[in-house]
């Protein structure tokens, strides 16, 4: 079916106030990232989703921030008292849970926090 | 901790000319893939590299991954225009993907 999406593609929110990114992954791909990208760098590393496995939660910045992945499909990161520095582009990939398999990634989530 | 690092940060060349970008890890990966990234996209692959000392070419792409399997490069010839963008290399870590610094490649005509 469809490749990764992503929404909304464009989000600015108020310092302070709380925002919510959506991910649809690749149907059938057990494997999910979250990823972070600011202006013009690599990409940084959130979460990890497999399966029913625990998520690696190991590149979440601060305890702002938080994801969840519901039946094993749709994703969710959550951002709470957005500040100026969480501005960049949210990417989400998904993947088979495979060795040496692609990610597909989605378009991205472009934050803006004034 | 960066487990990945990538060489040049930034390049900027003519058309026509040659260029490499290297990707270096103190870890050894099950396989490394390489991305490119254009403005407004999410990465997509290029290529998957398995074993020790493996070449891979895509046109004008060639791509190679270390003997020992902890280091990879990515070598154009004749660069276009059009191979201007954000090029990431990925390590496949206990079936996770750990992405590099990344390498931002401008080639003017």
């Known amino acids: 079916g469809a490749g990764v999406s992503q929404s909304p593609s464009n989000k600015v929110t108020e310092k302070g106030k709380d925002v919510e990114l959506r991910c649809d992954p690749i149907?059938?791909?057990?494997?999910l990232y979250w990823y972070r990208q600011s202006l013009g760098q690599g990409l940084e590393f959130l979460i990890y989703?497999?399966?029913?496995?625990?998520?690696?939660k190991s590149g979440l910045p601060s305890d702002r921030f938080s994801a969840e992945r519901t039946g094993g499909s749709v994703s969710t990161l959550t951002i709470q008292r957005t500040q100026q520095e969480d501005s960049a582009v949210y990417l989400c990939a998904s993947s088979l849970y495979r060795r040496n398999t692609e990610a597909f990634f989605g378009q991205g989530t472009r934050l803006t926090v004034v | 901790t960066q487990l990945l690092e990538q060489s040049p940060q930034f390049l900027s060349i003519q058309e026509g000319e040659n260029l490499t970008v290297y990707c270096n890890s103190s870890s050894v990966f099950s396989s490394l893939q390489w991305y490119r990234q254009e403005p407004g996209e999410g990465p997509v692959l290029l290529v998957t590299v398995v074993t020790g000392g493996e070449v891979k070419k895509l046109k004008r792409l060639t791509f190679q991954f270390g003997d020992a399997r902890k280091d990879s490069s990515l070598h154009i010839t004749a660069a276009q225009p059009g191979d201007t963008g954000l090029y990431l290399c990925a390590g496949a870590k206990e079936d996770k993907l750990i992405f590099g610094t990344g390498t931002r490649l401008q080639v003017f005509p």
């Open positions: 149907s059938g791909h057990t494997a």
């Open positions: 989703f497999q399966g029913n496995s625990a998520p690696d």
